[in-house]
């Protein structure tokens, strides 16, 4: 990557590809290739009936959320199939007063004059620590008496590049801590820094590339599939990058890649700039977004309480509408019972050994009981406020 602000002219993009890359990279970061605005681009989108991430998608994102993509409409008729971007920003596009720049320029003015060491004097403790263990499996290996367990065992000699590398870690990691960092040193020697309460990834490697080379006569016997001779692997380039991989706000840069003539080491201080103004910027991420899941956890027991309310309430209606059922049901009882009275009514006559009278005395003894204006109004209404949300679970 070039730090050096570049022209750029204008370019065609076809709608397919517009839409896939707003979906890969934040819409403020994906303007500044084409140097014009993240609302600019939205407008392009939206002239193309393009879909592009909502507000909150990149944050859900780098939280962990699941997000999904919208797909790309059918283009509806006389929606052009690509567009013609120009560039609306001068050289050196960017937002000197906004929040992102501002804290990078204030954490470059504390790192301008870090530079790297020719030599690793008194190494930072981690440093120190791979360098000691790297000792401890030589001299291990030299103990061995099995040939094959002793070539197993003894690691590789440092290289140019590695003690190179080394330089560099002792010097980011000294000046990480002296601006208020925390190193952390993780599984696999994975390196990351706290910074005002963020943790943030990174690492220092040396830059791969393809090569395509002859078989050996040794890979020529195993692979006998392979007819074309070759193969390809890959192989150091000589070239170190350097790469955040912790998502950062705005436009933060994530990766530097040495060339001839712009080594590393110039690098330093603008990567030492970026860990240390990314740390406050990412707490205030943060913040915002435990602010909006607090605000959002408050919305969804209110909708709850709601809905509870509701259902309450249509409980209540329901167990009203049950009382009045059975009071219908009493009501036809009571004409019914009154029916029986004006017939005949056998004195002698014994039905389970009770007399006729008796059993209509029975009957209008229940009649009474079962009657609900007989607990008053006030006497219904205790029973509807006993009611709940849950009272009904069908």
Same mark, same amino acid.
């Given at each position: 990557?070039?730090?050096e602000?570049?022209?750029?002219e204008?370019?065609?993009?076809?709608r397919?590809?517009l839409?896939?890359?707003?979906?890969?990279?934040p819409?403020i970061?994906?303007?500044?290739?084409?140097r014009?605005?993240?609302?600019?681009?939205?407008?392009?989108?939206?002239?193309?009936?393009?879909p592009?991430?909502?507000?909150?998608h990149?944050a859900?994102?780098a939280?962990g959320?699941?997000?999904?993509?919208?797909?790309?409409?059918f283009?509806k008729?006389?929606?052009p199939?690509?567009v013609?971007?120009?560039?609306?920003e001068?050289e050196?596009?960017?937002e000197p007063?906004?929040?992102?720049?501002?804290?990078?320029?204030d954490?470059r003015?504390?790192?301008?004059?870090l530079?790297v060491?020719?030599?690793?004097n008194?190494?930072?403790?981690?440093i120190?620590?791979?360098l000691?263990?790297?000792?401890r499996r030589?001299?291990?290996?030299?103990?061995?008496?099995?040939?094959?367990?002793?070539d197993?065992?003894?690691?590789?000699?440092?290289s140019?590049?590695d003690?190179?590398?080394h330089?560099?870690?002792?010097?980011?990691?000294?000046?990480l801590?002296?601006?208020?960092a925390?190193i952390?040193?993780g599984?696999?020697r994975a390196?990351?820094?706290?910074?005002?309460?963020e943790?943030?990834e990174? +690492?220092? %490697?040396?830059?791969?590339?393809q090569?395509? #080379?002859p078989?050996?006569d040794? &890979? !020529?016997?195993? /692979?006998?599939?392979?007819?074309s001779g070759?193969k390809?692997?890959?192989?150091p380039s000589?070239?170190?990058?350097f790469?955040i991989?912790?998502?950062?706000v705005?436009?933060?840069?994530?990766?530097?890649l040495?060339?001839?003539g712009?080594?590393m080491?110039?690098?330093l201080?603008?990567?030492v700039?970026?860990?240390?103004a990314a740390?406050?910027l990412?707490? +205030?991420? %943060?913040?915002?977004r435990?602010e909006?899941? #607090?605000l959002h956890?408050i919305? &969804? !027991?209110?909708? /709850?309480q709601?809905?509870?309310?509701?259902k309450?309430?249509q409980?209540r209606?329901?167990?009203?509408?049950?009382?009045?059922?059975?009071?219908?049901?009493?009501e036809?009882?009571?004409?019914?019972?009154?029916?029986?009275?004006?017939?005949?009514?056998?004195e002698?006559?014994?039905?389970d050994g009770?007399s006729i009278?008796?059993?209509l005395?029975?009957?209008?003894?229940?009649l009474?009981?079962a009657?609900?204006?007989s607990h008053?109004v006030?006497?219904?209404?205790?029973d509807i406020?006993?009611v709940?949300?849950?009272?009904?679970r069908?």
């Amino acid at each position: 990557m070039n730090d050096e602000p570049t022209k750029i002219e204008p370019t065609t993009v076809s709608r397919e590809d517009l839409h896939r890359l707003v979906w890969e990279t934040p819409m403020i970061r994906l303007g500044e290739r084409f140097r014009i605005s993240g609302n600019g681009l939205a407008k392009i989108c939206r002239r193309l009936d393009i879909p592009y991430p909502p507000r909150g998608h990149w944050a859900k994102k780098a939280a962990g959320h699941k997000v999904a993509t919208a797909p790309l409409p059918f283009a509806k008729p006389n929606t052009p199939a690509s567009v013609r971007i120009s560039p609306t920003e001068p050289e050196g596009f960017g937002e000197p007063d906004s929040p992102v720049q501002q804290a990078l320029e204030d954490a470059r003015s504390k790192t301008a004059s870090l530079h790297v060491p020719e030599r690793l004097n008194r190494p930072h403790a981690i440093i120190a620590g791979w360098l000691a263990d790297h000792e401890r499996r030589k001299q291990e290996a030299k103990r061995e008496r099995d040939p094959w367990h002793r070539d197993m065992k003894r690691p590789a000699e440092f290289s140019d590049q590695d003690r190179r590398r080394h330089r560099i870690l002792d010097t980011l990691l000294k000046e990480l801590e002296r601006q208020g960092a925390r190193i952390i040193q993780g599984d696999y020697r994975a390196l990351s820094a706290e910074v005002a309460g963020e943790k943030i990834e990174f +690492e220092l %490697r040396e830059k791969q590339k393809q090569v395509r #080379r002859p078989l050996t006569d040794k &890979e !020529q016997e195993w /692979e006998t599939w392979n007819k074309s001779g070759m193969k390809q692997e890959l192989q150091p380039s000589g070239f170190l990058v350097f790469a955040i991989k912790t998502y950062l706000v705005g436009s933060l840069r994530r990766e530097w890649l040495e060339k001839a003539g712009k080594p590393m080491e110039e690098r330093l201080p603008e990567i030492v700039a970026t860990l240390i103004a990314a740390g406050p910027l990412l707490a +205030e991420q %943060r913040r915002a977004r435990e602010e909006q899941a #607090r605000l959002h956890a408050i919305a &969804e !027991q209110r909708r /709850e309480q709601e809905r509870q309310k509701r259902k309450q309430d249509q409980n209540r209606w329901r167990r009203l509408v049950q009382i009045a059922g059975g009071w219908r049901e009493v009501e036809v009882a009571r004409d019914f019972i009154a029916a029986m009275r004006a017939l005949p009514i056998p004195e002698e006559q014994l039905v389970d050994g009770q007399s006729i009278e008796e059993w209509l005395v029975w009957a209008e003894q229940h009649l009474q009981s079962a009657n609900p204006l007989s607990h008053g109004v006030d006497g219904i209404f205790k029973d509807i406020a006993q009611v709940q949300s849950w009272t009904y679970r069908d």
